[in-house]
């Protein structure tokens, strides 16, 4: 499959409708984003401790109790009244979290099993089951060239099913025949989740990444000043590794490019590319503590995601 075909297909592994969305629910329960993980987990480890999960609610003070932590007790208080008394507080109900997924024309691309913006779509809706069965606010960015959704987040079914008929009727957009005047920028999506985003929010980011660059970088690193962020980048391996003698017809929906891999300096530029690219979206885990899960279009989304979050096996 590329993008050469015009052809409306009822595959989902070329575009995906809001049935096939609703059905990861089942698979949601094995996988998870609080910073305690299982051993084979991705986000195991130092990543893990970068997570701030939910925050903490004062609830009440009372008397100390045998077993009590020393630590929670509130020593202006006891100094005033004489008692020990201790300071107690419970986990926040649920936290917000924004799914950006990408859309774009970029995405809509794939040489092996899916194209990258179905893989982007059905992780998205995993992660947006999983976050909203833990009982956390689920909302996000949904953006193609043309247009872009902003969902803000919220805890409820409805909400949920807003989300991923959005991101259903946004992958049913795509088509090599479609006309994109101008490309969407990426940073624009970045810029919009700074304006959105809060303390303690957790962010999630579905693309290729195609168009990120040095104002990327201090995009990021504003939103993990206060908030956790996720990085799912999406590869074809004919991103990085185009065979010999192969030859290729691509268009982002404005411009048409014919990519012929015999010659040399067509493969090297193309592998260069790529590999600035992810290398920044990597640097981003160095610099600013951000996990990147890679997901490639050529296996299948779900096993992909069991994976990286310990549950091989699973679900």
Known sequence: MTVGDHTKSDDPRIRVDLAHLRGFERHARSISFLPKQPARSALNGRHASRLRGRGLNFEELRNYQHGDDIRTIDWKVTARTGEPYVRVYTEERDRPALLLVDQRMSMFFGTSRNMKSVTAAEAAALAAWRLRLQGDRVGGLIFGDARVAELPPRASGVALNRFLSVLAD????????????????????????????????????????????????????????????????????????????????????????????????????????????????????????????????????????????????RG
């Open 170 to 313: 946004a992958n049913g957009l795509l088509d090599s025949g479609l006309e994109v005047p101008e490309p969407m920028s990426l940073n624009q999506q970045l810029e919009a989740a700074v304006r959105i985003a809060k303390t303690g929010m957790m962010i999630l980011i579905f693309s290729d990444f195609h168009g990120v660059d040095a104002r990327s970088d201090k995009l990021i690193r504003r939103l993990t000043q206060h908030n956790d962020v996720l990085a799912f980048p999406i590869t074809d391996p004919a991103g990085r590794d185009l065979p010999d003698e192969f030859r290729l017809i691509a268009s982002d929906g404005r411009l048409q490019v014919d990519l012929d891999t015999a010659k040399e300096d067509t493969r090297v530029q193309i592998a260069d590319l790529f590999d600035k690219r992810i290398g920044r979206v990597l640097d981003w885990s160095r610099k600013y503590g951000v996990p990147v899960l890679p997901l490639t279009s050529a296996e299948e989304t779900l096993p992909q995601m069991l994976s990286l979050f310990g549950a091989r096996g």
